[in-house]
């Protein structure tokens, strides 16, 4: 019989576009006996987890929990619970996550009208509001901040265009939630989805959702069950909620674990939180210039705080940097996706990430790997 080695994982300084690094205490949380799925106990922690939820949205929408799963399954749920065969969506696509909303629709047979722009570029209003008048869809679907380009869309107004035209407005927020403002009801946002592994500071595995009473309108009159049966939010609302009826075995440590980086979150202060991440970003930004580097998006005011993408030098060989940047200083951060491939860097100050101490000990890593040959 083999024996296999004692675990051991090596320890990483996590500044790439998820995971992000895990505060103490949410570790801690993590190695607290596990309960059963309906135990009282538990079933207390997911409405104390409800409520902190709502806080960290900014809503006071009922249906408000976290999916099993990653961002994705945030997305799925959403797009699933809200659309049926047939139904018009119009996606905002400027990155890979935009784009990943429009093949996800599609497979759902939802009827979509992708409205593109280059990686890196934002929506105006006006542009939105011409494509939702032309396309008359079910609903309009924007990324928050773009994990594939550091870019982060202004979202003023957007949810008046799409009521305007008897719409719902769907957000992700999976790289914007506790690190950046995110406002749902002051945006009209109708629905809107996270990740844990990102500002939040959790390990993956819970997707923070939220759903206004205008959208649980339209999944009431659905006239098919949703897409999935396993991501149906009905049928996890039963089990969050109300007669906590049974649905699957939700992983007790990973609530744990989410609670506890929301409560980090509300002893902070959202704002506060903001505050944290900005500056941080601001002087990451500044030393990367500082070096000659240029970033993807170019107009500090549409960059987002937890996610910066950096333009590898010309010469540069940006998976040899990334490596040695592993090995030696044991610093992650991400390459690119898609068009962005090979031409730049990704890099994260997320949550428990986002502090000065690791902006100075990366651009130190960085100064020192690309002056060597």
């Avoid at 139904?87 to 990155?95: I, M, Q």
């Avoid at 722009?117 to 679907?141: L, S, Y």
């Avoid at 601001?282 to 030393?287: A, F, I, K, R, T």
């Avoid at 010309?314 to 898609?338: F, K, S």
């Amino acid at each position: 019989m083999k024996v296999f080695d004692e675990l051991n994982p090596p320890a990483r300084l996590l500044l790439g576009p998820g995971p992000s690094p895990v505060h103490p205490r949410v570790m801690r949380a993590l190695g607290a006996p596990v309960l059963g799925h309906l135990d009282p106990e538990l079933l207390r922690l997911l409405d104390d987890t409800r409520g902190l939820l709502r806080d960290a949205f900014r809503t006071g929408n009922e249906l408000t929990l976290a999916v099993s799963g990653t961002g994705m399954a945030g997305m799925e749920s959403v797009l699933g619970g809200l659309l049926e065969p047939g139904d018009r969506l119009v996606v905002c696509a400027a990155g890979f996550f935009g784009h990943r909303m429009a093949e996800l629709a599609s497979r759902m047979d939802v009827e979509v009208t992708k409205v593109e722009k280059g990686w890196g570029e934002v929506f105006t209003p006006g542009e939105v509001e011409a494509a939702v008048a032309a396309a008359k869809p079910k609903a309009v679907a924007i990324v928050h901040a773009e994990t594939s380009t550091g870019a982060l869309q202004p979202m003023d107004g957007l949810g008046e265009i799409a009521h305007r035209h008897d719409a719902l407005l769907i957000v992700d927020c999976v790289t914007s939630l506790g690190g950046v403002p995110v406002e749902i009801e002051g945006w009209g946002a109708d629905a809107a989805y996270s990740g844990s592994q990102k500002c939040l500071g959790c390990p993956s595995g819970m997707a923070p959702v939220t759903v206004s009473p205008r959208a649980r309108e339209v999944m009431a009159g659905r006239g098919r069950p949703a897409h999935s049966w396993y991501l149906d939010l009905d049928l996890l609302e039963r089990y969050w909620g109300g007669a906590h009826a049974y649905h699957h075995t939700i992983s007790s440590s990973l609530v744990y674990a989410l609670r506890e980086g929301l409560r980090l979150v509300a002893e902070e202060g959202l704002e506060a939180r903001w505050g944290r991440h900005r500056p941080n970003a601001e002087m990451l930004w500044d030393g990367l210039e500082a070096m000659g580097l240029a970033l993807h998006v170019a107009d500090p005011a549409l960059r987002v705080p937890s996610l910066t993408t950096v333009r590898v030098p010309d010469g540069v060989d940006e998976a040899q940097v990334r490596g040695r940047l592993r090995d030696e200083y044991g610093i992650e951060i991400g390459a690119g996706l898609g068009p962005l491939k090979g031409q730049v860097w990704r890099i994260g100050l997320m949550g428990h990430g986002s502090q000065k101490a690791n902006v100075i000990l990366l651009l130190a890593a960085l100064v020192d790997l690309l002056k060597r040959p």
